[in-house]
Nanobody, 125 residues
Framework: QVQLVESGGGLVQPGGSLTLSCAAS????????MAWFRQAPDKEREFVAA???????YYSDSVKGRFTISRDNAKNTMYLQMNDLKPEDSGVYYC???????????????????WGQGTRVTVSS
């Protein structure tokens, strides 16, 4: 069983930056595909970014070029560096993980077995 704990959310002005962290425990971190999803009020949870066990990265079009996902296997931690934040980036950001997910499924939240509780990001002036 894998446990995930997010941190780093908060209030930031448009154009600002935040770094989210996701600490994992209880499993073989280096074998996990890790991902970030977000959910705004009254909207469905959406894919943000993913990083596979081999460090290959994938992004949604809405964050490509502004967000960077990374992982530190020695620390069992994944990160999301978010730059040039926009009000539409606001929401609860969730960390997700799975050990058996295939590449074609990484964009769908229903394919991940493990989830964190979420950390809120608010982009507002």
């Amino acid at each position: 069983q894998v446990q995930l704990v997010e941190s780093g959310g908060g209030l930031v002005q448009p154009g600002g930056s935040l770094t989210l962290s996701c600490a994992a425990s209880g499993g073989s971190f280096r074998r996990l595909t890790m991902a970030w999803f977000r959910q705004a009020p009254d909207k469905e949870r959406e894919f943000v970014a993913a990083i596979r066990y081999n460090s290959a990265t994938y992004y949604s079009d809405s964050v490509k070029g502004r967000f960077t996902i990374s992982r530190d296997n020695a620390k069992n931690t994944m990160y999301l560096q978010m730059n040039d934040l926009k009000p539409e980036d606001s929401g609860v950001y969730y960390c997700a993980a799975d050990s058996t997910i295939i590449l074609s499924s990484i964009f769908g939240s229903q394919h991940y077995d493990y989830w964190g509780q979420g950390t809120r990001v608010t982009v507002s002036s």
